[in-house]
């Protein structure tokens, strides 16, 4: 606990009293203007790191955030002589508002489409505040005097504090931020948008606060950029400028605040860099260095291939050679930053943070923080008596896909605190129904009704918060994170705290009664051990078992199983059994779907049996399993061509037979 | 056919395969049974080369293959029927198939004539197939998805097939076909490697049986052997 206080802790404070204390020793106006360049680059690449690190999309909006901050801080302060602090509040809030607005729509879009559409957003920030010119002065460009802080003149050293002061807030609340729901969120719905949804946590509105937030920063920098450079061209904030910000994000590593700030650090050095030979030759000579150390050391370990190891040798290479034969080395600086960029695409594709903190962990090796207690599960799980209601009613419910009739016309009725067994041939519509009771389909017809309220279907989100939790037949585990994590992310009722106060670090406690009731979950599946595993190292079993307990987190009136024992070896469907009972005595309502006929006989009190969208057999296990439909249909006659008596048991009847 | 000798593979920094050995006889069926995370995926695509070794050797009618990368070792009469199916979704049936034909690259008036016997050999062999053959890959049923991965696989009329669990989320009706096909490709010869949880059902197929423990073969034998044998019996036939 100590070690991690002073390491972890420790290193992010010296990071802030070096930087602080540098204009102390250095008394140049040209390196004291760099850094304050680089605090301001801090926070716009943290801003950045949101979209382009934690939600995986490349934006390629950010400079003109950065533009639009900037301009309206400018006009704010020249027109109406508003102060620093407040400039910095419009700018930010003005910059969310907008990423919010733009966001609407270029969320809906993946990949390269929203780069495209975040492309397009610079180009008409660029375009219009070169146009305006009434508002923006256009191409000769917009003189700000530097404003008043409450009242005092502010220099050039007191300036560079303010803004390293406010990288230092942005940081921690940053911090605050991730370690919050708010950071398990961006991380769950990169991995699996379907499961998130599914849970009740809803994909699409934390990408949209997450841009808007990003933007936010990127506009509450802008204002810090106008006030240091007192002069602004609409030109700055062109793709040049997107370009360098993007390369700061990959260059220092993607999801770490580290790694924003080392990023910024060489997207304001670099330029400068350029501009004096020696230096530049020593620095491409340490990129060379580097290259060389982790290519070589990779190769060796038999962890990268030939060309990830060889290609940045190869680029850093021409870097170092290039620097001795050029005369003129800021001629070629978009060709060293094309270079670079490759580089590190190809050989970091973690950036310089991530290669150095794997480097860091292997040196010290710090526990995480210890786990709370698990909570009693009465209390995370509290039991219900079955009274026996209706839960769930299917009354015509199809859905079909054009000409296919994947559902057709079912109905169907789950009793409260029952196991209703679902069973089919591949492709009779179990898929495609439960789908639809979890709102991931629009039904085509029918009616659906929880608890006697009405489902209008198509909404994951609003299925899941009206109580239906489900599995998922491919699991879709958010594979990066902890079991722990995973669970946590679908706790339901569990965060309250609202987002400002998150930021300021108010959500510890929450957090600490949130790991103590997923804690509880993971011990129902006996994963308790398993807390800090990250869900793709556990083996195939725990993982359909951590599934189910993340479904649980929801608390859920009705959860649906989507044939959890597929692909289970012996000794985990019995575990799986076990835990389908604990299950049940909690008094959960359970949906399973199930191609193990013995599995779906040993638990469930009713089995429905569908076939090509229909329902074409309900009852007990012992009915269906004498119905000669479900026989013909599904469950197949005995082998007529077994093998010699003796050398196997029939495979129509895989476990049962000892 | 097949000898794997002191295998070892993972992922990452977790080792999973820890020195796994097996051998392949001609027009045999070899069953690997195990619980889940005792590595017989992993076995599976380090001997057809979708996951690099990092120690071992494995040798296809003699020749060393290992290292050589899947794409090779395919060519060399390998073909690897991957646990969940893994058909190409957006492509028709037929041409999910044909892309199984890679050895006989069509030509100017068509497709080659091996690649068309094969793809009557797979449609005889699996007639709903032939009757799907325009249908979208990705919209067919799981059973059909199998068929389809079983038969992409026999395209290229490869020396030995892995079969990685192709009973994995089929209703049983449909298992029981699969493993009526398994019969009848042995019964023309075809050697196979089988990764199946049903392990009562491997057993009724198979030749020679081995079951895998943390990484490594814990137990070998014949169907015959292992049905008698106790610790086997509790842990994995129920």
Known sequence: MLKRLVLVRGAEIALFVVLGALPLAVHSPYALALLTLLAIYGVVLIGLDVTVGYLGQVNLAQAAMLGLGAYLAGIAVTRYGVGIPLAIVLSGGFCTLVGALLALPALRLEGPQFALATLSFTALCATALNELEWLTNGAQGLQIPRPLLLGHEVDARAFFWLCTAILALVWLAMRNLLSSQWGRAFEALRDSPIATDAMGVGTYRHKVAGFAFGSGLGGAAGALYAFDLRYLQPQTFDYGLTVTLLLGVVLGGRKSLWGAVVGAALVALLPNLLSSPPLFRAFSGIAFALALVSGVRGLVRRKTDAFRALAPIAVTLTLVIGSFLASNIEDWRRAIFALLLFSVVVGLPEGLMGFASAGLARLFRVAPPDLPPPAALEQVLPARAPDGSVLLELAGLSRHFGDVRAVDGVDLTVKAGTIHGLIGPNGSGKSTLVNVVSGLYTPSGGQLRLRGAALRGGKPVAAARAGIARTFQNLQLFGGMTALDNVMVALRGAWRVPLPLVLLGLGRLEELRGQAAALALLELVSLRGEARTRAADLTYGAQRFLEIARALARRPDLLILDEPAAGLAQPDVQRLLEIIRRIHQRGITTVLIEHHMDVVSELCEIVTVLDGGKVIAEGSPAEIKRDAKVITAYLGAAEPDAPAPGAAPAPSAPAETP | ?238
């Not at chain 2, 991957?82 to 068509?110: C, M």
């Not at chain 2, 998805?145 to 089929?170: C, F, V, W, Y």
């Open chain 2, 1 to 238: 056919m097949l000898t794997v000798t002191d295998l070892h593979a993972g992922y990452g920094l977790s080792e999973v395969l820890v020195g796994a050995s097996l051998e392949v006889k001609p027009g045999t069926i070899v069953a690997l049974i195990g619980a889940n995370g005792a590595g017989k995926t992993t076995t599976m695509r380090a001997i057809s080369g979708t996951l690099a070794p990092t120690r071992g050797q494995v040798r296809l009618a003699g020749s060393r293959v290992d290292g050589l990368g899947a794409a090779r070792i395919a060519r060399l009469g390998l073909a690897h029927a991957p646990e969940g199916r893994k058909v190409f979704g957006p492509l028709s049936t037929e041409d999910n198939l044909l892309l199984g034909a890679f050895r006989w690259l069509p030509h100017l008036f068509g497709f080659h004539r091996q690649a068309r016997q094969a793809l009557a050999r797979v449609y005889d062999l699996f007639p709903r197939l032939a009757e799907r053959r325009a249908q979208l890959a990705g919209t067919l049923s799981g059973g059909e998805q199998q068929m389809l991965a079983i038969g992409r696989a026999l395209m290229a009329r490869p020396k030995i097939m892995l079969l990685d669990e192709p009973s994995m989320g089929l209703a049983p009706v449909i298992v029981q076909e699969v493993f009526r096909t398994i019969r009848r490709l042995k019964a023309e010869g075809m050697t196979m490697l089988l990764v199946e949880q049903f392990a009562s059902a491997a057993l009724g197929v198979a030749d020679h049986v081995y079951v895998m423990e943390r990484g490594r073969v814990a137990v070998s034998g014949t169907p015959d052997e292992l049905r008698r044998d106790p610790r086997v019996l509790a842990a994995y036939l129920g």
